[in-house]
């Protein structure tokens, strides 16, 4: 049984390896027309990797779009710690975190506000190593109330490292309190 489960995982990785970009998120139609705030990736990145804890942590937004983000942690002292000598497992986590809401952004109308992660998890599928670790988000639906995101995480070679799924709240704009 054990071999069965290390040619599928074989199986996967090499598919994994060698499929180009996934293309197009499930909702990337584009933004809606009355978005909060019109997408610009330059404005976007700069932002991003300036922020303090994307900064300390190694993190840079190398693509944005509507429903889609990948983001890249170069590895190094601080965030190395995890199982043979891999990313560290509360960092990968926080990928997932930080990546889904560089995805969802895009998609919030003006009359929209977010609310915060309901639910964050994480499943571990084997180290992260290599000089750089994507995160990569795909919003899979938009509701009312709540966005739902998927988060793979692979590492400098290609291989599947951890999945992550995330479900965000949203509230209207004009209501009060959470």
């Known amino acids: 049984m054990m071999e069965w489960a290390r040619a599928k995982q074989a199986e996967e990785d090499d598919a994994h390896a060698k499929k180009p970009d996934s293309g197009p998120s499930p909702l990337a139609e584009g ?24 900064e300390a942590l190694g993190l840079t937004l190398e693509e944005l779009r509507p ?23 509360g960092v990968l986590a926080a990928m997932v975190d930080i990546a889904m809401l560089r995805a969802m952004v895009p998609l919030l109308r003006k009359s929209e506000r977010a609310a915060g992660t309901v639910d964050l998890n994480i ?4 180290p992260a190593v290599g000089d750089y670790i994507d995160a990569i988000a795909e919003v899979l639906r ?16 290609g291989r599947l490292c951890a999945k992550g799924r995330t479900i965000y709240a949203l509230r209207p704009m004009d209501r009060g309190g959470v």
């Open 142 to 157: 938009k509701g009312r109330t709540i966005m739902v995101t998927e988060v793979t995480i692979v590492d400098s070679g």
């Open 67 to 89: 429903g889609y983000a990948r983001v890249r942690l170069t590895t190094g002292r601080v965030t190395l710690g995890g199982v043979n000598g891999g990313v560290h497992g």
């Open 123 to 126: 499943t571990y599928l084997r």
């Open 31 to 54: 933004q809606p027309e009355d978005a909060q705030e019109p997408l610009d990736f330059d404005s976007a990145k700069r932002l991003f990797d300036r922020t303090m804890l994307h």
